[in-house]
């Protein structure tokens, strides 16, 4: 009702829909310049309310869900969500409204503890998320951008919608490590790099060819330690990806998010 007044009180003072331009008269420029503030006050308001009624929303699906933003447990916690930009593999933006970090609760709990294991090594260092709870929608969309692989050589890097995937549930994170000005650790391969060279497993290999650096292994590996202090486990296949739990435990726990809203 509120946004409806604000327009209501916008078209009958600016019928053409922009602010008021000053002419010559000095007298006449100190009211419309107060005018012309209101009505972009105005224009901020409305945009405010509809950002707060949006996030309102989210807020809701995620509670029914049983998640929460993992930046009210622990703000030094950084978020970045990759998907919700077209800084991507699949170079679109895949997140229409989501634009926070949200896991499962207890989740979220042991991932607020990780940051704090990773300040005690160094309080300039902050974990960025890349991607949280991820809608089965949104999965699909991945799903099929890889529909030139073999389904046993996409699942090493997208879930099978079809049997959730621990995104779906709120159990898996992706993240790296990154400064106090948001500049993440050298890791030797970007976040969604399908290249073996993001395997974990093999790691000594392009570290004896000369493809990784000891600086690149070590920052992975400080990831890893901070991940596992908390009971995290990285996937063999991505650097950036940790499970919370199995996805049978996931399944028997956990509500899967269908979509965004």
């Known amino acids: 009702m509120k946004l ?24 006449d420029n100190s009211h419309l310049r107060e005018v012309n503030q209101q009505y972009l006050d105005s224009l901020e308001t409305i945009q405010k309310m509809k950002e707060d009624s949006l996030n309102n929303k989210i807020d809701s699906t995620m509670l029914q869900n049983d998640l929460v933003d993992v930046q009210t447990l622990n703000p030094l916690i950084y978020v970045e969500l990759k998907y919700a930009s077209t800084d991507n593999f699949m170079k679109m933006k895949l997140y229409e409204r989501l634009n926070r970090a949200f896991l499962q609760n207890e989740v979220a709990i042991r ?5 704090l294991e990773l300040s005690l090594i160094d309080s300039s260092l902050h974990l960025l998320i890349y991607d949280a709870v991820r809608p089965v929608s949104v999965q699909w969309k991945m ?9 046993h050589e996409r699942g090493k890097y ?3 919608p079809v049997n959730k995937s621990l995104h779906n549930l709120g159990a898996a994170v992706d993240l790296t490590i990154c400064n106090s000005k948001g ?13 073996k060279i993001a395997y974990p497993s093999m790691e000594a290999h392009f570290l004896s060819i000369g493809e990784l650096t000891k600086q ?24 950036w990806h940790f499970n919370a739990c199995s996805r049978v435990d996931a399944l028997t726990k956990y509500k899967v998010l269908e979509s965004e809203l």
Request: charged share 25%.
């Open 216 to 239: 690149q292994v070590e920052n992975r590996k400080l990831l890893r330690n901070v991940m596992r202090s908390q009971g995290f486990r990285n996937l063999q296949t991505e650097w």
């Open 143 to 151: 799903w099929r951008a890889l529909d030139t692989m073999p389904s």
């Open 183 to 195: 500049i993440p650790l050298d890791m030797g391969a970007g976040f969604d790099d399908f290249r």
């Open 158 to 160: 997208v879930s099978n």
């Open 4 to 27: 409806h007044v604000l327009f209501l009180s916008l078209f009958m003072l600016y019928a053409c829909g922009e602010p008021i331009r000053y002419g010559k008269s000095g007298d």
């Open 111 to 115: 991932l607020a503890k990780a940051q």
